[in-house]
């Protein structure tokens, strides 16, 4: 079993810039790959970006490249968003998500969830 919590959601104007946390607790989350989704109001869940266990290999929406950065420090059990040039359709709540497989784009692939936390972004 793994525990996600999420952290640093918040309200930022267009063109601010966030770092999302995840903290994992449970097993280690080196064995895991991971990755951030996000749903906003009305919208289907979608990937924002996901990172193999050693942190070799990165994957990112189309939306979010050049702009967003996942990073994983494996000492400290924790994943990071870094978000920048921050957009109003950024606006969503924001879920990290742990996959036994190690690597996927695919949220049907993982297996743990946290709560999310929320991100604003405004006009």
């Known amino acids: 079993q793994v525990q996600l919590v999420e952290s640093g959601g918040r309200l930022v104007q267009a063109g601010g810039s966030l770092r999302l946390s995840c903290a994992a607790s449970?097993?280690?989350?080196?064995?895991?790959?991971m990755g951030w989704f996000r749903q906003a109001p009305g919208k289907d869940r979608q990937t924002v970006a996901a990172?193999?266990?050693?942190?070799?290999?990165?994957y990112y929406a189309d939306s979010v490249k050049g702009r967003f950065t996942i990073s994983r420090d494996n000492a400290k059990n924790t994943v990071y968003l870094q978000m920048n040039s921050l957009k109003p359709e950024d606006t969503a709540v924001y879920y990290c998500?742990?996959?036994?497989?190690?690597?996927?784009?695919?949220?049907?692939?993982?297996?743990?969830w946290g709560q999310g936390t929320q991100v604003t972004v405004s006009s």
């Open positions: 449970g097993r280690t989350s080196s064995e895991y790959g």
């Open positions: 998500a742990a996959v036994h497989l190690g690597y996927s784009s695919s949220e049907y692939d993982y297996d743990y």
């Open positions: 990172i193999t266990r050693s942190g070799t290999t990165t």
